[in-house]
């Protein structure tokens, strides 16, 4: 069933939470392994620092790319003015990062059965969020050659999951991270392309230290 499913994932999840903890210091790294891809020019890595004073996080990303508020999300707006993309306009890609408060108010868009979306009102629950996580990501399966996701714990003591999603799926690299009791927040890497796994893996394969970048020096800072 469904609601037993979604429990089990959760419950995993702090399983997996407590084993992690255990067995690593909060000063390690998360870092994926590395495949091969084709030999393409890229721009020089460097790093710069989104530290807005009115954002509750901050955090490291590319200096060739460009951080933009995000103004829609199904076509209104976002519940909080904390959610920004970080686009690649080189790539053709972006990262779409959603803010979310944990315990707070929020619309939620539920599906009609004529296809139209109605908003309904609710509370951000932590629980609810991570099975959301899992189930955004599941929605790729059916073009997806794999999914796999793995625990992460940063530098900054933060926790959460990236998802690594194989074949040709809008998007291949999803993750969030959260401190369970107040921040929570979502990113994936998109492309204004038609997906296709070979064309895209030498960037993303790029783009993968990237993310790890801006994943290891994210922070929650407590401006709001």
């Given at each position: 069933m469904p609601f037993v499913s979604s429990i089990i994932r959760i419950a995993s999840f702090f399983c997996m939470l407590l084993c992690f903890a255990a067995l690593f210091s909060c000063n390690s790294n998360?870092?994926?392994?590395?495949?091969?891809?084709?030999?393409?020019?890229?721009?020089?890595?460097?790093?710069?620092?989104?530290?807005n004073k009115d954002f509750p996080y901050s955090f490291e990303y590319p200096a060739y790319a460009q951080v933009i508020k995000d103004s829609t999300f199904f076509d209104s707006n976002p519940e909080n003015p904390y959610w920004i993309n970080i686009d690649f306009p080189q790539f053709g890609g972006r990262i779409f990062l959603s803010y979310k408060i944990i315990g707070g108010s929020a619309t939620y868009k539920i599906k009609m059965p004529d296809g139209t979306?109605?908003?309904?009102?609710?509370?951000?629950?932590?629980?609810?969020?991570?099975?959301?996580?899992?189930?955004?990501?599941?929605?790729?399966?059916?073009?997806?050659?794999?999914?796999?996701?793995?625990?992460?714990?940063?530098?900054?003591?933060?926790?959460?999951?990236?998802f690594k999603v194989g074949g040709n799926a809008a998007t291949a690299k999803q993750f969030f991270l959260s401190d369970t009791t107040k921040n929570f927040i979502r990113g994936a890497l998109y492309f204004d392309v038609t997906p296709n796994v070979d064309s895209l893996r030498p960037v993303q394969d790029f783009l993968q230290t990237d993310i790890e970048h801006l994943i290891n020096t994210f922070k929650w800072t407590g401006h709001q």
């Open positions: 998360y870092a994926s392994k590395r495949t091969g891809y084709f030999k393409v020019d890229f721009p020089e890595r460097k790093y710069v620092q989104f530290d979306y109605k908003d309904s009102l609710g509370i951000n629950v932590f629980d609810k969020m991570v099975d959301d996580a899992f189930k955004l990501t599941n929605k790729n399966e059916s073009v997806a050659s794999s999914i796999k996701d793995s625990l992460m714990h940063t530098p900054n003591g933060l926790t959460g999951v990236f």
